[in-house]
C-alpha cells in the first residue's frame, strides 16, 4: 500500500552539480551514499518522508536532472534520485558498466534505502536498467514501475542513428553537447544546458559507449516487460507511440501516456503536467 507522508524540514541543501551553476534545487534534499558489492561509493539524493519514488536517469544524465519532480513529490512522499555509477555525484569506476551489473547497482540502492516497497521510475536508458533489475530480481522491493521515454522491445522498433557511436568516439563533446539540446523542446537556459553537458562528459568515454552497447535483443526486454506483475506505467514521446499502443493492447491494465509535443527529457519540458500524471498514477497503484 502506497501511503502518503509529510515533508521532513530536512536541512542539507543539495550542492550544486559538479561545482557548476547549473541552478539550484529548489527543494532541501540530502546527499546520501552508499558502498556496492563491489566496493562502488554510489550517490542518491533524498527529500521528502513517506512511501518511497525511486527516480533513475538515463544515459550518462545526473539524477539532479529529475529537480522538479524531487521538488513536487517530496511534498507527500520519500523521493530518491539516483546518480548511477560514473554519474552525477557517484564514483567513477573502472568497470561495472554493463546491464548485470547496473541492475544490481539498483538492487543494492533500493536495499540501502530499505523501505519495504517502492515505486521505480526510470528514464531512457534507466528504463533498460530498470527492466533488467526486474529480470534479475523480481518485484518483491516494488509497489510499481514507471518506464518513461525508451523502447520495451515492443512493435515498432524504433529508429535510431547508427553514426551516433562514430560521432562520438571522434567528436565527443560537440556529439554530446547536440545530443543534450536535442532532449528538450522547450527552452532551456544556456546554464542549465552547460551544467548537464559537463555532466555527462564526466562519464569516460569508454563506459559511455559501454553503456549503449547492451547486448540483449529486442525480445529480451519485452520479456521483462511482461514479467512485471505490479501496476506498470509507461510515459512517452511520439517517438514511441506505437510501442505505447501496442503495450495498452497486450496489457489492458497499464497506463500508458504520450507527450506528443515534449522532447525526450518530456518531465522537464512539461513537468507540471507529467507529475500530475504521475500521482494519480501512484493513486491508482496505492489501490492495489
Do not use: C
Amino acid at each position: 500500500m502506497i501511503r502518503a507522508g509529510r515533508l521532513h524540514p530536512l536541512t542539507i541543501i543539495w550542492a550544486l552539480l559538479l561545482g557548476l551553476a547549473v541552478s539550484p534545487v529548489s527543494h532541501a534534499a540530502a546527499s546520501r551514499y552508499f558502498v556496492t558489492s563491489d566496493g562502488a561509493r554510489l550517490h542518491y539524493q533524498e527529500a521528502g518522508t513517506g512511501y518511497t519514488l525511486v527516480f533513475v536517469p538515463g544515459w550518462t544524465m545526473p539524477g539532479d536532472i529529475w529537480r522538479a519532480q524531487v521538488d513536487h513529490f517530496a511534498k507527500a512522499y520519500r523521493v530518491v534520485a539516483f546518480d548511477p555509477r560514473g554519474q552525477g555525484k557517484s564514483e567513477i569506476t573502472p568497470a561495472g558498466y554493463t546491464v548485470e551489473r547496473r541492475a544490481r547497482d539498483i538492487e543494492e540502492l533500493l536495499a540501502a534505502v530499505g523501505d519495504e516497497s517502492v515505486v521505480l521510475i526510470g528514464w531512457s536508458l534507466g528504463v533498460l536498467e530498470s527492466l533488467a533489475y526486474v529480470g534479475a530480481y523480481g518485484t518483491r522491493r516494488l509497489a510499481a514501475v514507471v518506464l518513461v521515454d525508451n523502447s520495451i522491445g515492443e512493435e515498432p522498433p524504433p529508429v535510431s542513428d547508427p553514426t551516433f557511436l562514430t560521432r562520438l568516439r571522434k567528436e565527443r563533446t560537440k556529439t554530446v553537447d547536440r545530443f543534450v539540446r536535442s532532449m528538450y523542446r522547450q527552452p532551456q537556459s544556456e546554464k542549465y544546458l552547460k551544467g548537464i553537458v559537463a555532466a555527462a562528459l564526466r562519464t569516460p568515454l569508454q563506459a559511455s559507449v559501454d553503456l549503449l552497447s547492451y547486448p540483449y535483443p529486442r525480445e529480451r526486454w519485452r520479456e521483462m516487460v511482461y514479467q512485471i506483475d505490479r501496476p506498470l506505467s509507461y510515459i512517452v514521446t511520439s517517438k514511441f507511440e506505437g510501442q505505447a499502443r501496442n503495450l495498452k493492447k497486450n496489457r489492458p491494465d497499464a497506463w500508458v501516456e504520450i507527450f506528443p509535443t515534449a522532447g525526450h527529457a518530456l518531465f522537464v519540458d512539461e513537468p507540471a503536467r507529467f507529475n500530475d500524471y504521475l500521482s494519480k498514477f501512484i493513486t491508482s497503484a496505492s489501490r492495489h
